[in-house]
């Protein structure tokens, strides 16, 4: 599997950051960054090695992250739960802070000053 620089921006830019900020959020100096774009692969040789005595592609031995269908399922089924036990709740909330669990603490203190400046702004 090769680390796609294209697929990178797009969704950089649907989430309004750019490069700089998603490998200082991330944590990835630009050196490393740079040096994975270049590789043919970022697989580790030992699932490589796997994949190929089982005589499948790397993917066939790798998990994927649940399709965002199925998650919204998942959320929308606890958000029914939810609103049962809390019938003053609102869906639009429930649902909003369901999504929010799914981030990381820091990602979601990073998201708030970023609502934060950008209602400063205006």
Same mark, same amino acid.
């Given at each position: 599997?090769?680390?796609?620089?294209?697929?990178?921006?797009?969704?950089?830019?649907?989430?309004?950051?750019?490069?700089?900020?998603?490998? #200082?959020?991330?944590?990835?100096?630009?050196?490393? &960054? &740079?040096?994975?774009?270049?590789?043919?692969?970022?697989?580790?040789?030992?699932?490589?090695?796997?994949?190929?005595?089982?005589?499948?592609?790397?993917?066939?031995?790798?998990? #994927?992250?649940?399709?965002?269908?199925?998650?919204?399922?998942?959320?929308?089924?606890?958000?029914?739960?939810?609103?049962?036990?809390?019938?003053?709740?609102?869906? #639009?909330?429930?649902?909003?802070?369901?999504?929010?669990?799914?981030?990381?603490?820091?990602?979601?203190?990073?998201?708030?000053?970023?609502?934060?400046?950008?209602?400063?702004?205006?």
């Amino acid at each position: 599997m090769k680390l796609s620089a294209d697929r990178i921006r797009t969704l950089c830019a649907r989430r309004g950051l750019n490069l700089q900020g998603l490998l #200082e959020s991330a944590g990835v100096s630009r050196t490393a &960054y &740079y040096s994975l774009i270049r590789k043919t692969s970022i697989l580790p040789g030992s699932v490589q090695a796997m994949a190929r005595m089982l005589g499948v592609a790397p993917s066939a031995i790798l998990e #994927e992250a649940p399709p965002v269908a199925g998650r919204a399922q998942v959320l929308i089924r606890q958000a029914g739960r939810v609103l049962a036990l809390n019938p003053r709740a609102t869906f #639009e909330n429930v649902w909003h802070t369901l999504v929010l669990l799914d981030d990381s603490p820091i990602d979601r203190l990073r998201r708030s000053l970023l609502r934060g400046r950008t209602h400063d702004l205006h």
